[in-house]
Structure formats: C-alpha cells, structure tokens
C-alpha cells in the first residue's frame, strides 16, 4: 500500500482564493481526519470521518473551513475564502477501529 | 478531558546515550497509545503502538512501555544516534471518544555526534 497520499504537497496562493487539499486514506481504513499543525498550537484536530460520514467537526475553525468524503477513497478539505492565519501544515491520516493511525506527509500552506 | 503531557518538551544529548522520553495522559480509559517522530518539516511517522491490553511494544532500538493505571508511557531508545535527532509524540486514543487521538506537545531531541 502507498500510504496515506495528500496533494498538493506545497500551495501557496492569495487571501481571499479558494484553496482545496485532497487525501487519499489507505485502502479497508474506516476512519479519516484531517488535522492542522502550526507552531502555536500544535497539532489539532479539524474534522473526522467514520465509513464516509463526518462524525465531529467540532474543531473547524470557522465556516470558511469544510470537508466532504464523498466515497471511501477520496476526501476534500475546502477554505473559502482563504485567510493568512490559515498558513499552516495541514495532515490527513487514516486508521481502522482496532489500529493506530497513519498520516500522510501533509500539505504546506502559506497564504500571503 | 484526556489531556497528555511530555517532558522534557526539549532534551540534547551525545550520541550512543540511553534515554527515556516521558508521557503523561489524565484519563486512563484508553484502547491504545501510539508514538510518533516527526522529522522537520515532514510527516508523523507512526514508530509503536501499545494496545490496551499490553504492557510494552519493542522496534529495534526503541521500547515503548504503557502504565495504564498511572497514566503513563516511557519510549526508550538505545545507544542514540544523530539520525534519531527529531520531535517525538505521544498520542492516545480516548474510549468514549470516537477514534479520536489526543496528542501531547512532542519532545524534541537532538543527539549530537
């Protein structure tokens, strides 16, 4: 198995654009999360997915942020409209009931 | 709410040292705890997962061990090199919290040649 896939790797864009990072969970891995790394606050958790189906979002900063999981290979972290505080690492990872947890090698995001 | 702690948040050492990373969590209702290193710039790289259930997890150089009851986790790596020069996490997955991993603040590591 290839991992945890997230693309693209680097983006960089303007304040105001809309920006979307996608992931790819391992394969038979029921559950998917996103989560946001910065200096400040570490890691966080942003949102997650049981069997395609959000199950709490509680960390989602805003609106602005949203994230579907549209089948089971396939999941899109959406920011619209993208602000300079969004600047951060932002990491998938997949994982089953009984296992831990496997991240992908993130998507370095700078708004400027 | 589960919270985890490690110390030291920073620790240098020589190389070929034996040394002991520490996690702390409150909530000792877990199913399992996983350490990760994360190298500057990249990705968690998953190193050892303790169930519940098992009181050690042992990788090579590393051995990770789990106190359920006390609420704590040592990584012990043997004879450091530089190569394990990187910030190092604890993470625990909370019963009654979905699948959802509690992470601590990570213990960065420097061993120097």
């Known amino acids: 198995d290839a991992g945890v896939i997230q693309s693209p790797r680097h983006e960089v864009t303007e304040m105001g654009q809309e920006v979307t990072l996608r992931c790819k969970p391992i394969s038979g891995h029921d559950y998917l999360f996103w989560y946001r790394q910065t200096m400040m606050r570490g890691l966080e958790l942003l949102i997650y997915?049981?069997?395609?189906?959000?199950?709490?979002d509680s960390g989602m900063p805003e609106d602005r942020f949203s994230a579907k999981m549209p089948n089971a290979s396939f999941s899109t972290l959406k920011i619209q409209p993208s602000e300079p505080r969004d600047s951060a690492v932002y990491f998938c990872a997949s994982s089953t009931s009984n296992y831990g947890y496997t991240f992908g090698s993130g998507t370095r995001l700078t708004v400027v | 709410k589960q919270e985890v702690t490690q110390i030291p948040a920073a620790l240098s050492v020589p190389e070929g040292e034996n040394l002991v990373l520490n996690c702390s969590f409150t909530d000792s209702a877990i199913y399992n705890l996983q350490w990760f290193r994360q190298d500057p710039g990249k990705g968690l790289t998953s190193l050892l997962l303790i169930q519940s259930s098992q009181r050690e997890q042992t990788s090579g150089r590393l051995n990770a061990s789990l106190d359920k009851s006390s609420g704590r986790s040592t990584l012990y790596i043997a004879a450091s090199q530089p190569g394990d020069s990187a910030t190092y996490l604890c993470?625990?997955?909370?019963?009654?919290?979905?699948?959802?991993?509690?992470f601590g603040g990570g213990t960065r590591l420097m061993v120097k040649p």
């Open positions: 993470a625990v997955r909370v019963i009654n919290a979905g699948n959802m991993l509690t």
């Open positions: 997915f049981n069997n395609n189906v959000p199950i709490d």
